[in-house]
């Protein structure tokens, strides 16, 4: 259901003329209207559809409202259905009360006031789709929340596997040649030949080292910002990927950010890339970043496959945490993010406003164009 989507409200009465009426008075909400002239025809159409308000007559000849409120009640599925008593005789406190206890949430009495009707009917209506809403969205935080832990436990077990695999050898390595030069005697020419082999070792080990917490937060982003971090991660894929990448950045001298921002931004376009490499089919890749006063825009494309509707709607199921992720992280920035068949291709196109707190404040520090990004 969609924030506009129809909802379902079942009128129940025995009198066909009063659901005309009814009909007549509700029709301009826009919603689903069903008519149930007795309360077991009510409960068929409620096993089988998803019913927001029920609107119902309290007295019908064989099952009547507080009867029929009662069943419906009972059920776990209905437990939270707005149930809306239409009594055309006069109904004591205590009988109210009757109905109440038997889930009622309102009543209106005979002659019905029109606007009255619809305003109660409507508050219910949207009430529900709200709800409704809400579940899904608590459905797809329990769903991107399990994922995102098995997202952590395998970066976890990548780390480890790279630490164990990688370092871990070099350094056993380093570890046996070392023992070689301290229990033999070797002639000099030979300990010569281990330290080099050694030394080699260990600039391949500083070399994972670094390359490794880089990847786990890039450095560059910190000391000289996003536009080296960039062009250091562009260049990094383009050596692992083989995809041609081309980067351009708006003003050139492009200032500084709030780091959180900077973040923001180098992830949003990490994965973004990160996609383009793993399911595009793409051999080139364009990233733009653009700075105005206000805002910061951003596009990643690609000349790969393109992307089907259903992603490009963000629709729940198609999409995994990668654009969950960076949709959530774009939201929290107040900003907007787009994805499209650019033919050939995708292009993920997003925009950020910048913080008022620093729009003039951090604008006049200009960061310095990377000498050796
Ligand atoms: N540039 C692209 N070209 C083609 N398909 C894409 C592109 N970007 C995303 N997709 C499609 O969108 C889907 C969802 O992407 P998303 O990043 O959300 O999840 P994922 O990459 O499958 O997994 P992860 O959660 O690990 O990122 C992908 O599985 C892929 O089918
Ligand atoms: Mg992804």
């Given at each position: 259901?969609?924030?506009?989507?129809?909802?379902?409200?079942?009128?129940?009465?025995?009198?066909?003329?009063?659901?005309?009426?009814?009909?007549?008075?509700?029709?301009?909400?826009?919603?689903?209207?069903?008519?149930?002239?007795?309360?077991?025809?009510a409960l068929e159409h409620l096993l089988k559809i998803d019913v927001a308000v029920v609107l119902m007559?309290?007295?019908?000849?064989?099952?009547?409202?507080?009867?029929?409120?009662?069943?419906?009640?009972?059920?776990?599925?209905?437990?939270?259905?707005?149930?809306?008593?239409?009594?055309?005789?006069?109904?004591?406190?205590?009988?109210?009360?009757?109905?109440?206890?038997?889930?009622?949430?309102?009543?209106?009495?005979?002659?019905?006031?029109?606007?009255?009707?619809?305003?109660?009917?409507?508050?219910?209506?949207?009430?529900?789709?709200?709800?409704?809403?809400?579940?899904?969205?608590?459905?797809?935080?329990?769903?991107?929340?399990?994922?995102?832990?098995?997202?952590?436990?395998?970066?976890?077990?990548?780390?480890?596997?790279?630490?164990?695999?990688?370092?871990?050898?070099?350094?056993?390595?380093?570890?046996?040649?070392?023992?070689?030069?301290?229990?033999?005697?070797?002639?000099?020419?030979?300990?010569?030949?281990?330290?080099?082999?050694?030394?080699?070792?260990?600039?391949?080990?500083?070399?994972?080292?670094?390359?490794?917490?880089?990847?786990?937060?890039?450095?560059?982003?910190?000391?000289?910002?996003?536009?080296?971090?960039?062009?250091?991660?562009?260049?990094?894929?383009?050596?692992?990927?083989?995809?041609?990448?081309?980067?351009?950045?708006?003003?050139?001298?492009?200032?500084?950010?709030?780091?959180?921002?900077?973040?923001?931004?180098?992830?949003?376009?990490?994965?973004?890339?990160?996609?383009?490499?793993?399911?595009?089919?793409?051999?080139?890749?364009?990233?733009?970043?653009?700075?105005?006063?206000?805002?910061?825009?951003?596009?990643?494309?690609?000349?790969?496959?393109?992307?089907?509707?259903?992603?490009?709607?963000?629709?729940?199921?198609?999409?995994?945490?990668?654009?969950?992720?960076?949709?959530?992280?774009?939201?929290?920035?107040?900003?907007?993010?787009?994805?499209?068949?650019?033919?050939?291709?995708?292009?993920?196109?997003?925009?950020?406003?910048?913080?008022?707190?620093?729009?003039?404040?951090?604008?006049?520090?200009?960061?310095?164009?990377?000498?050796?990004?």
């Amino acid at each position: 259901m969609s924030a506009h989507e129809k909802v379902n409200i079942l009128m129940v009465d025995d009198q066909p003329a009063k659901l005309l009426s009814y009909e007549a008075i509700l029709s301009e909400l826009g919603e689903n209207l069903i008519k149930a002239s007795s309360g077991r025809e009510a409960l068929e159409h409620l096993l089988k559809i998803d019913v927001a308000v029920v609107l119902m007559d309290v007295s019908m000849p064989d099952l009547d409202g507080f009867e029929l409120a009662e069943i419906i009640r009972q059920h776990p599925r209905f437990q939270k259905t707005a149930i809306i008593f239409i009594s055309a005789v006069h109904l004591t406190d205590l009988d109210r009360l009757k109905g109440y206890q038997r889930g009622a949430v309102d009543y209106l009495s005979v002659p019905v006031v029109p606007e009255l009707l619809r305003a109660k009917v409507s508050i219910f209506a949207e009430l529900h789709r709200k709800t409704w809403q809400l579940e899904m969205l608590n459905r797809e935080l329990r769903r991107l929340s399990s994922s995102l832990i098995v997202t952590q436990d395998e970066e976890r077990r990548r780390i480890a596997r790279e630490l164990h695999d990688g370092l871990g050898q070099e350094l056993a390595a380093i570890k046996m040649i070392m023992d070689g030069i301290l229990q033999q005697r070797q002639p000099p020419e030979l300990k010569d030949r281990a330290a080099a082999e050694i030394n080699a070792l260990i600039d391949r080990a500083i070399q994972q080292v670094r390359s490794m917490s880089h990847l786990l937060h890039p450095p560059l982003l910190d000391e000289i910002g996003l536009y080296s971090a960039l062009q250091w991660y562009l260049e990094g894929l383009s050596k692992r990927s083989g995809i041609e990448t081309s980067m351009d950045i708006q003003p050139a001298d492009f200032p500084r950010l709030q780091p959180d921002l900077e973040t923001a931004i180098f992830r949003i376009i990490q994965e973004a890339l990160t996609n383009v490499f793993r399911h595009s089919g793409a051999a080139k890749a364009w990233v733009t970043v653009e700075k105005t006063e206000m805002h910061v825009s951003l596009s990643v494309r690609d000349d790969g496959k393109g992307i089907s509707e259903h992603i490009s709607q963000f629709q729940i199921g198609s999409i995994g945490v990668g654009i969950a992720g960076m949709r959530q992280r774009v939201k929290e920035l107040g900003g907007d993010m787009r994805m499209r068949n650019s033919r050939p291709g995708t292009a993920v196109e997003i925009v950020i406003p910048i913080p008022v707190s620093s729009r003039s404040a951090l604008s006049n520090v200009a960061q310095s164009a990377p000498q050796n990004a």
